[in-house]
């Protein structure tokens, strides 16, 4: 038996007298994300593992140390020019979890959980390394205890390395993400596709599409997976029941996870990592996203100078990646705050003077008011971020009445920077047009579009694109700057087209307004603007 560290439990405290909440337990407790701050451990490289591509296409098992396995599905080993905003290509198969009997991890958790509960009852100062740590010891004691049964009754017993495994896969389970762990851990993995427990699809980093492991042994479990991890945080825990179907959930590595069951003939699933959290717009630049990296020095020039900008595109274009670098450009001096439904952004976690709102949802019937019972929502939290003396706001999607408030920090002229869906820029005013007349009567589109003129100066529009006939990986560009102001009548607005997508399919300069001439003295390269601009042919202005 393997002795744990002393725990220092309070001696006038039994388990017997104190009732332990959910969120004390350790299977409940939250952690700083690991993208931004030292791991527990360091995975192994996913970037060394070299192997060739089988010519049949068929997946072929590859032995990796430490006990984990591979499969080669002959991701296609042609790097694109562009391939979004990272430029390194997998050189091997993807890592799978190691093979250990999931059941019995089960098993082991549930002991070994059991343990910690007691524990925490008997003293309610331990902190998460301290029961990460006494965990490590339980779980080396279940599993000697399980081994030696094993060994009683003439099974084979488990080597040194698969005993590891099982550990690693234990506390995994406990204080992690379980199954899903080493995908996370995985920095080839940008997105999880889950549709039931047996239908996982990884998009890898590179545009790559491939078949992932099975999550679960079934669909409930499933199902019971995403309610523990919906329930577990303490700050931010969100309900997920046949009453509240759909799930939008930040975990504890920053990702985010949108669920919905139920409604649905299967669980489904979608895990969006945040690989470029510290990012800029040079770094940008060189993954490809501007064409012409003359664009960049004009949203910086913006971002400086306090303009408003508004970032949008389909899910996935990099909105959100964009919307960091350009919050880099912003001085550190200024205080700022970020508005979003999940945090995203991440700026509050390294960049100082910055203060972060997360809106909540509600849970029981609605008030008198509408409202859910412990409900606080986006437009709520803008609304607060006006009283606290902050010079600038982000907002990570606008796709409500959050509009309104946001204009009216906008007129403040302070510069704002927010995101939201849309097909095109044009088609992006038009949107938030739509939001702000959901306030009520008093926003019809009139004045909700003569405000929107007002406060947005410039829009930025990105594609997400995967020509035919290519080697379908897809890419993430700057299709178009487009620059707002008020029309010629009431109720109007105008647009110009400050960058533009070429005939070659490349972001190309096309009219600059006058009042964008005073950038120069921001940082931006005016006369590279111009000689690009003498080259190229007549934009396309417009009024709505």
Avoid at 191 to 213: A, F, K, Q
Avoid at 357 to 376: F, I, L, S, V
Avoid at 484 to 509: K, M
Wanted: net charge negative.
């Amino acid at each position: 038996m393997t002795t744990p560290p002393s725990t220092s439990p309070k001696p006038t405290t039994s388990a017997d007298e104190v009732k332990v909440s959910p969120a004390a337990l350790p299977l409940f407790a939250e952690h700083v994300p690991p993208a931004l701050a030292p791991s527990r451990r360091e995975p192994a490289n996913p970037w060394t593992v070299t192997t060739t591509p089988p010519t049949n296409g068929h997946a072929t098992p590859v032995s990796l140390p430490n006990g984990w396995q591979s499969y080669d599905h002959h991701v296609a080993p042609k790097l694109p020019t562009s391939s979004g905003f990272d430029h390194r290509s997998p050189s091997g198969s993807l890592r799978h979890a190691p093979d250990v009997d999931w059941a019995l991890v089960d098993v082991l958790r549930g002991q070994v959980s059991e343990r910690l509960s007691r524990a925490v009852a008997e003293n309610r100062d331990l902190s998460r390394a301290d029961q990460e740590q006494l965990a490590h010891f339980h779980t080396a004691d279940q599993i000697d205890e399980t081994m030696t049964q094993w060994a009683n009754v003439g099974r084979a017993t488990l080597t040194g390395p698969q005993r590891a495994d099982l550990a690693r896969a234990v506390g995994d389970a406990l204080f992690r993400l379980g199954r899903l762990q080493p995908l996370i851990e995985d920095d080839r993995v940008e997105n999880i596709n889950i549709n039931g427990y047996d239908d996982v699809e990884l998009e890898l980093t590179d545009g790559t599409v491939i078949e992932g492991p099975p999550v679960a042994d079934s669909d409930q479990q499933l199902i019971d997976y995403l309610v523990f991890l919906a329930s577990r945080s303490e700050v931010n825990a969100r309900a997920f029941s046949e009453a509240q179907p759909s799930l939008h959930l930040r975990l504890d590595d920053g990702s985010r996870l949108a669920a919905v069951a139920w409604v649905s003939p299967r669980p489904q699933v979608t895990i969006r990592r945040h690989r470029l959290v510290r990012v800029t717009l040079p770094d940008l630049v060189d993954g490809g996203l501007f064409d012409d990296p003359t664009a960049a020095t004009l949203l910086a020039a913006a971002v400086r100078a306090k303009l408003s900008i508004l970032v949008t595109g389909a899910p996935g274009a990099g909105k959100t990646t964009l919307l960091r670098a350009l919050a880099n450009e912003i001085a550190p001096r200024e205080r700022i705050a970020t508005v979003e439904s999940e945090y995203e952004l991440h700026l509050h976690q390294y960049r100082p003077r910055t203060w972060a709102w997360e809106a909540r949802p509600g849970t029981g019937e609605p008030g008198a008011d509408g409202r859910q019972a412990g409900e606080y929502s986006l437009m709520q939290a803008v609304w607060d971020v006006v009283r606290f003396n902050v010079s600038r706001v982000l907002v990570g999607e606008v796709r409500g009445r959050e509009i309104v408030p946001l204009i009216q920090v906008t007129e403040n002229g302070t510069g704002t920077l927010a995101t939201t869906h849309s097909r095109d820029a044009t088609a992006a005013i038009r949107k938030l047009v739509t939001c702000a007349m959901q306030e009520g009567p008093q926003w019809d589109a009139t004045l909700a579009t003569a405000k929107l003129a007002e406060s947005i100066d410039l829009v930025v529009h990105l594609e997400l694109t995967g020509a035919e006939g290519d080697d379908g990986r897809p890419r993430r560009r700057v299709a178009e700057i487009v620059a707002i102001e008020p029309g010629d009548t009431i109720g109007s607005f105008a647009t110009t087209q400050v960058y533009r997508t070429d005939g070659d399919d490349r972001l190309s300069p096309g009219t600059l307004p006058d009042r964008f001439r005073p950038l120069a003295r921001h940082g931006f390269d005016l006369t590279a603007y111009t000689v690009r601009q003498e080259a190229g042919s007549s934009p396309h202005l417009g009024v709505v």
